[in-house]
């Protein structure tokens, strides 16, 4: 009875030591398959407590196609400042984004960044478009233009582990202000004039998405 009892208080000491291990700081690196329609997201996530992690993000941005059907569907503000579906396809840039973790429910598990959370995030992003020639009066000239993307997301989401692969599914809302620039050559009589346009829009978003990532 003695030997039992001894036993079973070893058991009870290494299920305590398990359950009070000491709080370890995990990096994860993710994707987010759920944007590759027009860019590639990469997301570095860093423990900062048991509680609140860093998430940072960047963009490449291979395509602006996605925006010119939602440009064409909905106008809020002013009106396309002359930008071509073209240049919309062949649109590049990049972006970063910011995000803050707050893990309100935490798994009872050795890796911590685990649970789920909520997370407001700050995004820009720029686009290039790519030039465009018009021949006018016999001459060529170059329409261009850009685009730079102001965003605050406010998302819920739940991050699960299987060793060290991760799934990180989220939802949320958010707002964001989009600024298109652009120069276009027009003919006005005999003459080739300039134009400068700038079209502003704010409008709401909705986010619903996955990443998966290791940790390292």
């Known amino acids: 009875m003695?030997?039992?009892?001894?036993?079973?208080?070893?058991?009870?000491?290494?299920?305590?030591?398990?359950?009070?291990?000491?709080?370890?700081?995990?990096?994860?690196?993710?994707?987010?398959?759920t944007t590759i329609i027009n860019e590639l997201d990469l997301y570095l996530e860093q423990d900062l407590s048991e509680t609140l992690s860093l998430e940072l993000g960047v963009s490449g941005i291979y395509t602006d196609y996605p925006d010119y059907v939602f440009f064409k569907r909905i106008n809020i503000g002013k009106e396309n400042p002359g930008i071509s579906t073209e240049q919309f396809v062949e649109g590049r840039g990049f972006g970063f984004r910011a995000g803050l973790k707050w893990y309100l429910v935490r798994r009872n598990t050795a890796i911590r960044m685990a649970g789920t959370y909520f997370e407001p995030v700050l995004l820009f992003k720029k686009v290039f478009y790519a030039n465009e020639k018009v021949t006018l009066n016999g001459a060529t000239f170059e329409n261009s233009g850009d685009k730079n993307v102001y965003g605050l997301q406010l998302l819920l989401g739940r991050q699960m582990t299987r060793g060290r692969f991760i799934l990180d599914p989220y939802l949320g809302v958010g707002v964001r202000s989009k600024v298109y620039t652009a120069t276009t050559h027009h003919l006005e009589g005999m003459s080739v004039?300039?134009?400068?346009?700038?079209?502003?829009?704010?409008?709401?978003?909705?986010h619903l998405g996955i990443k998966v990532g290791l940790h390292l």
């Open 2 to 33: 003695k030997r039992i009892f001894t036993i079973l208080l070893l058991a009870a000491a290494t299920s305590v030591h398990a359950q009070d291990e000491p709080f370890r700081k995990r990096t994860y690196i993710k994707v987010n398959p």
């Open 193 to 206: 004039i300039a134009k400068h346009d700038e079209a502003i829009k704010y409008l709401p978003s909705i």
